[in-house]
Structures are given as structure tokens and as C-alpha cells.
């Protein structure tokens, strides 16, 4: 194997970002490499998501610099569309297509992206509805889905576009509690295949498990990262005790 041209998969440099005079992000630097799962937690308006969101540019930086691969997201140089192909993104909501079966979800962004015949598409979209464990359900419509089984169609339609990293932002946060694990399950076998991972979440146990790193982020700054068992167990700083103490 050849050695990728970039020393991170993902590249967070000294980013800051601001709504208005409300600074979110104060100065955020971390990397992912290649292969890596990096769970991030904290409290709700800590930037967590603002965070997951300068990375793809769905949020602009005020100040700092994102690379994916090597390549400056904050460059105007930068062709967004094709580093944002390479990124798969699930969020808390779903955001299927409601009129569309679960197959037709996961055809739309290959035949219009990747230009893939319809043939091509739905074999890419039925190899991964398998994958999440819901090859059965190519044909239903979302409505007729559980919660867990309508995040699972979202990762596969995410997979389905072949990305070469994921961010997920509190994948199982409205799920009820019994379809939880079905979700983690679809992502722990997706970190075990390789797949480079982003992940906010509340669930300590898949941190733990599954984590390579974990970073408690507090109000706009990281707080803490190490290996997610010695955070946990041992954190350094009274914040993030403070804030696991309350969902541990
Ligand atoms: P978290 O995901 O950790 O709960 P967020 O990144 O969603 O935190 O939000 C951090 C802060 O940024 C919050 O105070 C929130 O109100 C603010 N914020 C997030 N997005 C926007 C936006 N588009 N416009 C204005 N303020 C925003
Ligand atoms: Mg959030």
C-alpha cells in the first residue's frame, strides 16, 4: 500500500468561529487520521455540531483552517463538491426522502453525483442496505421504518456514496432507547472495517469501546482528549468530571 499524500485525514487548525458576537468555536485544534474513531461529547451548546459542520463547510470558520485529506476546506480555491463527496454525513434527524422507498433514497445522490447507471446504483444501494442489516426493506417507504431502522437507511445511503470518512452527530439521540443499539452495532462494524470516523454522541459505552479518542469539547473549547478509557475513568479536568458525572 502506498502512503496517502496528507499527514491527517482530517486537519482542525487553530479554527474559530463566531454567530453574530457569540464566539462557538474558540480556537479548536485536533486531527483524525486515517482509520481513527474520535468521539467527541460535551454539554448541549459546547459547539459540538458547529464543529462537525466547519469541517464540510456547511458552516464557513471565522478564522482558522480545515483540511480533509490534505485539501483546505477554507481555500476559495478548493472545489467543496468533491471533498464533500468524500465525506458521508448522518445527523440525529434522519432526513430520508418520505416519497421515496428506501432504495430510490439511496440511488438519488449516485445517479446524480457519481453519475452511476441505475443497474450500478441499486446493486451499490442493496450491497449496503445488507450491510445495516435491512436488505429486506429495499422496497418500503420510510413512514412503514422504526427510528432505528430509518438511521440505519441513512448510513447506508451515506455508504452508498463510497466516502472515504464519516461524521455523525448524535446518530442515536432521538431514538427510543431499545433501537440504540441496533445503530451502534452498524457503526461498530464500520469502525472495525476501517472506516474513519467522527463521532458526537452521548453513548459513553461505544466511546469507550469503539473510540480510539475521545475529546470532551465545553463551550467552545476542547477540554480534554485522550484515550477514551483514561478520560473516562480518570478525567484531569473538574468540567469534564463534572460532566461525566451526570451522564455516567
Ligand atoms: P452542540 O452541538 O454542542 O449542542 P452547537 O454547535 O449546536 O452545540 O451550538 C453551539 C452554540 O452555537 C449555541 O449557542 C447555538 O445557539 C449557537 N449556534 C449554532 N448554530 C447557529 C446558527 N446557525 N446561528 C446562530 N447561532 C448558532
Ligand atoms: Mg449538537
Known amino acids: 500500500m502506498t502512503s496517502p499524500a496528507y499527514d491527517h485525514a482530517i486537519d482542525v487548525q487553530k479554527l474559530h468561529k463566531s454567530f453574530g458576537d457569540n464566539e462557538v468555536l474558540k480556537g479548536i485544534d485536533f486531527h483524525v487520521d486515517d482509520g481513527e474513531v474520535v468521539c467527541v461529547i460535551g454539554p448541549s451548546g459546547s459547539g ?83 450491510k445495516v442489516g435491512l436488505e429486506d426493506k429495499a422496497d418500503a417507504y420510510p413512514a412503514h421504518l422504526s427510528g432505528g431502522q430509518q438511521q440505519r437507511v441513512a448510513i447506508a445511503r451515506a455508504l452508498s456514496m463510497e466516502p472515504d470518512l464519516m461524521l455523525f452527530d448524535e446518530p442515536t439521540s432521538a431514538l427510543d432507547p431499545e433501537l440504540v443499539g441496533d445503530v451502534l452495532a452498524v457503526m461498530k462494524t464500520l469502525a472495525s472495517d476501517g472506516m474513519t470516523m467522527m463521532v458526537v454522541t452521548h453513548e459513553m459505552g461505544f466511546a469507550r469501546e469503539v473510540g480510539d479518542k475521545l475529546v470532551f469539547m465545553d463551550e467552545g473549547v476542547i477540554m480534554e482528549e485522550g484515550d477514551p478509557v483514561e478520560v473516562l475513568s480518570n478525567p484531569q479536568h473538574e468540567r469534564t468530571q463534572e460532566f461525566l458525572s451526570k451522564v455516567l
Request: with cysteine; hydrophobic share 35%; charged share 30%.
Open 48 to 130: 459540538k455540531s458547529t464543529l462537525l459542520r466547519c469541517i464540510n463547510q456547511l458552516e464557513v470558520p471565522t478564522k482558522g483552517r480545515v483540511l480533509v485529506e490534505g485539501v483546505d476546506m477554507t481555500d476559495p480555491e478548493t472545489d467543496l463538491n468533491d471533498v464533500r463527496s468524500r465525506i458521508g454525513m448522518v445527523f440525529q434527524s434522519f432526513n430520508l426522502f418520505p416519497h421515496l422507498t428506501v432504495t430510490d433514497n439511496l440511488t438519488l445522490a449516485q445517479r446524480r453525483v457519481k453519475k452511476r447507471s441505475k443497474a450500478d446504483a441499486r446493486r451499490c444501494a442493496l450491497e449496503n442496505l445488507a
